[in-house]
T-cell receptor
Framework: IAGITQAPTSQILAAGRRMTLRCTQD?????MYWYRQDLGLGLRLIHY???????GKGEVPDGYSVSRANTDDFPLTLASAVPSQTSVYFC????????????FGEGSRLTVL | GQNIDQPTEMTATEGAIVQINCTYQ??????LFWYQQHAGEAPTFLSY??LDGLEEKGRFSSFLSRSKGYSYLLLKELQMKDSASYLC??????????WGAGTKLIIKP
């Protein structure tokens, strides 16, 4: 089934540890996004990529990094996790920059202690 | 700053009709989206409006007035499975999506 796969689905992490959330899509979409979702707040964009080889900063990029080595994969790395990064993280993709609807992965629930 | 406003929570009865409002103030406008999100799940696309007027899709309709910075999602013949959060999002002049916090809809029998 075509779509977006995120891993892990859930993780508890000690503060200061490094963590990479994986995201893979098989729809050949150009644009990919990482959002965090916190209670009472709208989805907030962390980083995005309009096409393979390019990335950009979103609304809340500090403490996070991304790479886009190919069309399918868009990993999100927390270099040194802090408790404020406890959240649900969603990866999404769209078939063209700024036009199409977003397709979301199932989310990764991260708890930083 | 950019802002999307939606009610935090609404309650409706099975079989009834409910209207979820969304008002926005953004730097430019390039379309408005509605997504549905069941608890613990990913958001899924419901509708897209870029021109003024009503878009109907089965039991769901979405309306847009760009001059008023206003949209609503209308759900008819409510079913228990419609219990979910409904997210409004606006694409601004930079083609970035600005998201509302979502409206939690509770359906009662």
């Amino acid at each position: 089934i075509a779509g977006i796969t995120q891993a892990p689905t859930s993780q508890i992490l000690a503060a200061g540890r490094r963590m990479t959330l994986r995201c893979t899509q098989d729809m050949r979409h150009n644009a990919m996004y990482w959002y965090r979702q916190d209670l009472g707040l709208g989805l907030r964009l962390i980083h995005y990529s309009n096409t393979a080889g390019t990335t950009g900063k979103g609304e809340v990029p500090d403490g996070y990094s991304v790479s886009r080595a190919n069309t399918d994969d868009f990993p999100l790395t927390l270099a040194s996790a802090v408790p404020s990064q406890t959240s649900v993280y969603f990866c999404a993709s769209s078939d063209s920059t700024g036009v199409g609807e977003l397709f979301f992965g199932e989310g990764s629930r991260l708890t930083v202690l | 700053g950019q802002n999307i406003d939606q009610p935090t929570e609404m309650t409706a009865t099975e079989g009834a009709i409910v209207q979820i409002n969304c008002t926005y103030q953004t730097s430019g406008f390039n379309g408005l989206f509605w997504y549905q999100q069941h608890a613990g799940e990913a958001p899924t696309f419901l509708s897209y409006n870029v021109l003024d007027g009503l878009e109907e899709k089965g039991r769901f309709s979405s309306f847009l007035s760009r001059s008023k910075g206003y949209s609503y999602l209308l759900l008819k013949e409510l079913q228990m499975k419609d219990s979910a959060s409904y997210l409004c999002a606006v694409r601004d002049s930079n083609y970035q999506l600005i998201w509302g916090a979502g409206t939690k809809l509770i359906i009662k029998p």
